[in-house]
């Protein structure tokens, strides 16, 4: 039986680490991806290369369309940099998962099947959780790859792949019981089940959103995806289950 691999929707990124410069740190917050970028000239360590990797991603994740490849594959390039420095980099593992899920997500679920990168985004995530428990986006990654299994794959698929919406939800309320402020990781939930089935998780999606549309985003990026959350939310008020879901099957 072939196994089935899912197209993840990109996970919005972590905050960037404590150990990158205060300039780069205050580009990435405001957006400006060209000067983070910038700030990294001539450092060669796996800090500021997963740093790289999450910057590129961030740039990618705040498109309105879909996200430009050639952004993607710099990052995978810059999250693999980073691990062959320290293979036990966890944002290193983390951003390499959220560039391979995105690499994959315009793929016929036949073609992410055969190039096996939606099995090794998952075991990148997990691998994360091992050396960081309460990691929320590993965990946010591990909630949205379980319902986008459930989606694609089907029972059977689910049955195949160990996944179903329990274990997601397991995963999505550790993410927000670690980061509980975090725009991103609440929008990433609903959109999901969402786009599985808009109408048998609605209490459960309009929570989530509401709770995405209260918080304080400290980024750019996660002022992007708290509109999208308050967009999902205004179609799911208006228009109904069905449009929500339509919608949320082309959101990041």
């Known amino acids: 039986m072939p196994v ?5 929707a990109a996970l919005a990124l972590p905050r960037p680490a404590l150990a990158q410069g205060q300039e780069a740190l205050q580009a990435f917050a405001a957006g400006d991806y060209d000067a983070a970028l910038a700030s990294l000239a001539g450092q060669e360590n796996a800090d500021s290369e997963a740093f790289a990797a999450r910057v590129l991603l961030a740039e990618a994740l705040s498109c309105e369309a879909d996200p430009p490849q050639d952004l993607l594959q710099a990052a995978l390039r810059e999250a693999n940099a980073a691990l062959a420095l320290d293979p036990a980099h966890v944002e290193g593992r983390i951003q390499k998962a959220i560039a391979l899920s995105m690499i994959i997500r315009p793929m016929s679920a036949m073609e992410a099947n055969k190039t096996g990168l939606g099995e ?12 960081d ?5 590993a965990h946010g990654f591990l909630a949205v790859w379980n319902i986008e299994v459930v989606r694609r794959g089907g029972s059977l698929g689910a049955m195949v792949m160990g996944a179903s919406v329990r274990e997601a939800r397991k995963h999505y309320e550790a993410a927000a019981a670690a980061s509980p402020g975090d725009a ?8 999901a ?6 109408k048998k998780y609605r209490k459960e999606i309009e929570a989530a959103l509401a709770t995405a549309e209260a918080a304080s985003p ?14 999902l939310h205004a179609i799911l008020s208006s228009a109904g289950p069905k449009a ?6 082309e959101m990041l």
């Open 4 to 8: 089935i691999i899912v197209v993840l």
């Open 120 to 131: 090794e985004a998952r075991n990148l995530a997990k691998s994360a959780l091992e050396s």
């Open 133 to 137: 428990p309460d990691n929320p986006y």
């Open 184 to 191: 991103s990781v609440h929008w990433q939930w609903a959109r």
């Open 193 to 198: 089940l969402a786009a599985l089935d808009a």
């Open 218 to 231: 400290d980024s750019d990026l996660e002022g992007v995806m708290q509109r999208r959350a308050s967009e």
């Open 244 to 249: 929500a879901e339509a919608r949320a099957l």
